[in-house]
T-cell receptor, first 113, second 114 residues
Framework: AQSVAQPEDQVNVAEGNPLTVKCTYSVSGNPYLFWYVQYPNRGLQFLLKYITGDNLVKGSYGFEAEFNKSQTSFHLKKPSALVSDSALYFC???????????FGKGTRLHILP | KAGVTQTPRYLIKTRGQQVTLSCSPISGHRSVSWYQQTPGQGLQFLFEYFSETQRNKGNFPGRFSGRQFSNSRSEMNVSTLELGDSALYLCASSLASDRYNEQFFGPGTRLTVL
């Protein structure tokens, strides 16, 4: 069955340190991969996506993500965390064959001042 | 350009009632998707519409239905409400039918079923 896993419910990082939010997926073929962020009482906002090509994708607010086909992972990264990065982060995968989109459960990121 | 708007923002209903939620996509966007967000289940896909046609459907009972109008505005209806339907319902629009297009989400409608 198709699935998306965000193995950490919560990640705590000190301000200024690098951060990683993990995402692995189980989808046949070459899916489209997305990261979204949700701030309190707000809808989701698009951060970045992987379609094809370079495995390192750069997105909004200094975030980037690395696609690893062999490990079926799409981890979100940022070199230096800001307190304002504290939010709920969702990884999403869209199967190119049946169009179904699956979201991970979300990872709450806390950036400690 | 205005973002995705959803009305109402908050709704309280009782079991057995029905409810209709509305979504206006970003101007020019023709694809509208609906999601249910709960603390336990996370974000779950309900259905997607493109050019007034349902293009994809998630694993929800038939009590959940939707439609899209010629101006791309969409409505979602839930009949015979159950306590478990309490959730944040998110609408998202995207520019075209291409699967790799990112989605733009509205602020959601918070539905509480008593």
């Amino acid at each position: 069955a198709q699935s998306v896993a965000q193995p950490e419910d919560q990640v705590n990082v000190a301000e200024g340190n690098p951060l990683t939010v993990k995402c692995t997926y189980s989808v046949s073929g070459n899916p489209y991969l997305f990261w979204y962020v949700q701030y309190p009482n707000r809808g989701l906002q698009f951060l970045l996506k992987y379609i094809t090509g370079d495995n390192l994708v750069k997105g909004s607010y200094g975030f980037e993500a690395e696609f690893n086909k062999s490990q079926t992972s799409f981890h979100l990264k940022k070199p230096s965390a800001l307190v304002s990065d504290s939010a709920l982060y969702f990884c999403a995968v869209r199967d190119r064959r049946d169009d179904k989109i699956i979201f991970g459960k979300g990872t709450r990121l806390h950036i400690l001042p | 350009k205005a973002g995705v708007t959803q009305t109402p923002r908050y709704l309280i209903k009782t079991r057995g009632q029905q409810v209709t939620l509305s979504c206006s996509p970003i101007s020019g966007h023709r694809s509208v998707s609906w999601y249910q967000q709960t603390p336990g289940q996370g974000l779950q896909f309900l259905f997607e519409y493109f050019s007034e046609t349902q293009r994809n459907k998630g694993n929800f009972p038939g009590r959940f239905s939707g439609r899209q109008f010629s101006n791309s505005r969409s409505e979602m209806n839930v009949s015979t409400l159950e306590l478990g339907d309490s959730a944040l319902y998110l609408c998202a629009s995207s520019l075209a039918s291409d699967r790799y297009n990112e989605q733009f989400f509205g602020p959601g409608t918070r539905l509480t079923v008593l």
